[in-house]
């Protein structure tokens, strides 16, 4: 495949998708097609022709980007069109947004399929969540007839990648003079799931396409994703309003350090990562937390508290992991105690949770969406951490 002749959609094109994925693509001269469901943004995007993407702490790393086009993902026939013609697909929505786009996917490969030829293309996923490519194809595949699910599985990957940058906001005092200006993190790799892919991979520098990826995107979850969740839970307690500010608490960074700590024995352990890929995961997320060039914001982190309290996620998940190798997850623990406060007024999800704890009691959250019986060893760690997190005086009128 002459990389010259690669055409990209990419579906999503918040910081993610218009920010690190594209200032990925456009170091290899790859023309890109964006998609998204905010027709605000799709419009700005058109009506200013160019864009920045900033690297933070490095102005002259910027890359300006011109020449794409931009529609709202609500205009079947332009993505049909699109479709056809392109090579590769890159969703960056979010991870709960994918079944709706895979039925949009559906539909696209549904209208625009062609039985008598043989053409190859693949979805990429650069989703924050747990078996987003699974995820993504099961959900195409059931909008689908059945002579088109064969059809699909023949000549369609469907892939995941680990994104490692953070898309951030604007630096505080910034004169954004471009609405479409995005800023990343100094970090430019793409791990990808060579397995998935079908035909010729395209030789893009940045990009890595592995054999063996499976516990990768995990690894990034548990490490990363609890950590900074951690940081983010804490840090609201606090009053912070940055998680680099967070991150540098004198009172937060023993936690987290003991955190890493507990996440590191239950992914070498319990799943079976090498103690050398584990120990530079977490020291390149401590670093990359602690970056205050990186602005992010505490509220943004510790979002939909909920669905980050499930079974399976970033902090229930890697905290039974822990116990069953052994380690008691106590920093875990107190940062699982902290979400259950997270009482933003404007993040539904806080406030559904909110009033949940305040008419039924933590327990029965524990119970019902943690998934934590009273004879669970967790269940006993998290209300001793809520009782810590009292003497410590962060819970303020508990």
């Known amino acids: 495949m002459e990389d010259v002749s690669v055409k990209v959609l990419i579906l999503g094109a918040g910081r993610i998708g218009r920010g690190f994925v594209t200032g990925l693509l456009r170091k290899n001269d790859v023309d890109i097609t964006f998609f998204d469901y905010n027709e605000e943004l799709v419009n700005s995007m058109n009506e200013r022709k160019s864009y920045t993407i900033h690297v933070l702490g490095d102005e002259n790393k910027n890359t300006v980007v011109s020449g794409y086009q931009a529609y709202s993902i609500a205009e079947l026939e332009t993505l049909v069109r699109e479709w056809e013609s392109a090579d590769f697909i890159f969703t960056a929505v979010g991870g709960k947004n994918l079944t709706t786009v895979a039925k949009l996917l559906a539909g696209a490969f549904q209208a625009s399929v062609k039985p008598e030829g043989?053409?190859?293309?693949?979805?990429?996923?650069?989703?924050?969540?747990?078996?987003?490519?699974?995820?993504?194809?099961?959900?195409i595949l059931e909008a689908l007839s059945e002579p088109s699910k064969e059809a699909f599985i023949k000549h369609i990957g469907v892939s995941e990648s680990v994104v490692m940058a953070t898309g951030a906001a604007a630096p505080p005092d910034t004169d954004l003079k471009n609405p479409v200006d995005t800023w990343v993190q100094d970090f430019w790799y793409l791990p990808v799931d060579r397995e998935r892919i079908l035909g010729e991979l395209p030789a893009w520098k940045y990009f890595d396409f592995i054999s063996g990826f499976a516990d990768l995107l995990q690894q990034k979850i548990y490490t990363n994703n609890t950590s900074v969740a951690l940081i983010a839970y804490l840090g609201y307690l606090k009053g912070h309003i940055y998680v680099a500010d967070a991150a540098n608490d004198p009172e937060i960074v023993p936690i987290l350090n003991d955190a890493y700590k507990e996440i590191n024995a239950a992914l070498i352990h319990g799943l079976g990562v090498t103690e050398e890929s584990q120990l530079k995961?977490?020291?390149?997320?401590?670093?990359?937390?602690?970056?205050?060039?990186?602005?992010?914001?505490?509220?943004?982190?510790?979002?939909?508290?909920?669905?980050?309290?499930?079974?399976?996620?970033?902090?229930?998940?890697?905290?039974?992991?822990?116990?069953?190798?052994?380690?008691?997850?106590?920093?875990?623990?107190?940062?699982?105690?902290?979400?259950?406060?997270?009482?933003?007024?404007?993040?539904?999800?806080?406030?559904?949770?909110?009033?949940?704890?305040?008419?039924?009691?933590?327990?029965?959250?524990?119970?019902?969406?943690?998934?934590?019986?009273?004879?669970?060893?967790?269940?006993?760690?998290?209300?001793?951490?809520?009782?810590?997190?009292?003497?410590?005086?962060?819970?303020?009128?508990?």
């Open 118 to 139: 043989r053409y190859y293309k693949n979805i990429v996923t650069c989703e924050n969540w747990i078996d987003p490519a699974n995820k993504l194809q099961t959900a």
């Open 281 to 398: 995961f977490s020291r390149r997320a401590k670093s990359k937390y602690q970056d205050r060039n990186i602005i992010d914001l505490v509220v943004r982190i510790a979002r939909d508290p909920i669905r980050k309290l499930k079974p399976s996620d970033r902090l229930i998940g890697p905290a039974q992991l822990a116990l069953k190798t052994g380690t008691k997850p106590k920093a875990i623990a107190l940062a699982i105690a902290a979400a259950l406060f997270f009482d933003h007024e404007e993040d539904e999800d806080a406030v559904n949770l909110t009033n949940m704890r305040k008419e039924y009691g933590v327990k029965k959250i524990l119970q019902e969406i943690c998934g934590i019986s009273e004879d669970d060893t967790l269940y006993k760690l998290i209300l001793d951490s809520i009782q810590v997190l009292k003497d410590k005086g962060w819970l303020k009128g508990e």
